[in-house]
């Protein structure tokens, strides 16, 4: 292998796994800016807040069963205000297989002080979903963005479960197909397969989800930005783009500019299926080089975004020098992987980039690797 620099870059060497690339066409001056310098509770305010919730919706398929609301703290955010808000009723499983889905095991021990059940699994697998006991609530992550390992679909979860079941969605939104009836509590955030801004979480409820927060007080106290009970009924208003506290209208329009991007693309079907077309250029590329490999184990529970590659023989520091390489070329930015994840590379398939831009990556990846083996 030779370490000849290729001559061809991506156009849009943006690859991170968050925040996202922004979607091909997008400049700031694009953005509708009159809802700015405003109320957010303001007419216009209002009425771009309740845009980008139906717009969220019809590009979802979110059926009318499920509320959808914009709420603080980017996903983490709307992830911790379900879990304050509605565990503490049942008992908890809780499945890991990567850093965020212990994220959720960590606040559910140490911060809430249940006692869930926890099925865990090593980067690059899954747990035995099969084990779920689903009289308890389950929290899991749609799509473990650190490991690159998903579930494969919702048919491990049983349409008439007594729990709820609480899915991290984030980066697993605009890539997949997301079966609403078997989802009681979604998350995620803008900033993955939208390229949108972080900063604002979204919340989804199903009914009964709704049914658990009116019926159900937990034992510890809420601070205002997790409340959603006003008088004992759900705050409503959150569902219409009356948010609990002051949004960001520029994270709104941005996240509105993607949102129509994705509608003249087809909707979620478009979205899916450049996501598809980006995995299948990536995994080309991996196909044809035996020093590189996928970290998830099962073709069928890999992610389609959050892409995670073995390099072989590579530690921590090789993939520093490989991603800083790349990086100080203007060919690829923020490949490495996840801090806590075995060293590797990780490529962001989700719909706003451009296929052409993943398979540009293949010279690129040579050139590093041979570089750095000289
Ligand atoms: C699966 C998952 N959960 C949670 C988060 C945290 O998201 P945010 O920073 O938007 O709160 C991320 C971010 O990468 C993630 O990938």
């Given at each position: 292998m030779t370490a000849q620099m290729p001559a061809r870059k991506p156009a849009r060497p943006f690859f991170s796994s968050g925040p996202c690339a922004k979607p091909p066409g997008y400049s700031l001056d694009k953005l509708a800016t009159e809802s700015l310098g405003r109320s957010h509770r303001a007419k216009i305010g209002k009425s771009r807040l309740a845009y980008c919730i139906d717009l969220m919706r019809e590009l979802l398929q979110l059926p009318d069963t499920h509320r959808i609301g914009i709420v603080p703290g980017s996903d983490t955010g709307a992830f911790e205000m379900a879990m304050w808000t509605m565990l503490g009723a049942r008992p908890v499983t809780a499945l890991a297989w990567e850093s965020f889905g212990e994220g959720w095991v960590t606040d559910a021990v140490k911060q809430l002080r249940l006692e869930p059940t926890v099925l865990r699994a090593d980067y690059g697998q899954l747990p035995d979903l099969s084990a779920v006991d689903w009289s308890n609530d389950v929290l899991f992550t749609w799509n473990g963005t650190t490991s690159g390992v998903r579930v494969p679909n919702g048919d491990w979860i049983p349409a008439d479960r007594e729990?709820?079941?609480?899915?991290?969605?984030?980066?697993?939104?605009?890539?997949?197909?997301?079966?609403?009836?078997?989802?009681?509590?979604?998350?995620?955030?803008?900033?993955?397969?939208?390229?949108?801004?972080?900063?604002?979480?979204?919340l989804i409820l199903g009914p009964r989800a709704v049914e658990r927060l009116e019926s159900y007080t937990p034992a510890w106290p809420l601070p205002k930005v997790f409340r959603l009970i006003s008088k004992g009924k759900l705050a409503e208003g959150v569902f219409k783009g009356e948010t609990i506290n002051t949004p960001s209208m520029l994270a709104v329009e941005d996240a509105i500019f993607t949102l129509e991007w994705a509608k003249s693309i087809g909707g979620l079907d478009g979205m899916i299926a450049r996501s598809k077309a980006n995995a299948k250029a990536l995994n080309a590329i991996v196909e044809s080089r035996d020093w590189l490999g996928h970290l998830a184990q099962d073709y069928a529970s890999r992610s389609g975004t959050s892409v995670c590659l073995t390099v072989e023989g590579a530690d921590?520091?090789?993939?520093?020098?490989?991603?800083?390489?790349?990086?100080?070329?203007?060919?690829?930015?923020?490949?490495?992987?996840?801090?806590?994840?075995?060293?590797?590379?990780?490529?962001?398939?989700?719909?706003?980039?451009?296929?052409?831009?993943?398979?540009?990556?293949?010279?690129?990846?040579?050139?590093?690797?041979?570089?750095?083996?000289?």
């Open positions: 729990g709820l079941s609480f899915a991290d969605a984030t980066s697993a939104v605009f890539a997949y197909d997301i079966p609403w009836d078997r989802i009681d509590v979604a998350t995620f955030s803008w900033q993955k397969a939208l390229g949108g801004e972080g900063a604002h979480g979204v921590a520091d090789f993939i520093k020098k490989f991603a800083s390489l790349l990086e100080a070329e203007g060919a690829a930015y923020d490949i490495a992987g996840y801090r806590d994840a075995p060293p590797g590379l990780r490529v962001w398939c989700g719909a706003t980039v451009d296929a052409a831009d993943i398979e540009a990556l293949g010279p690129w990846f040579d050139w590093a690797y041979a570089s750095l083996r000289q």
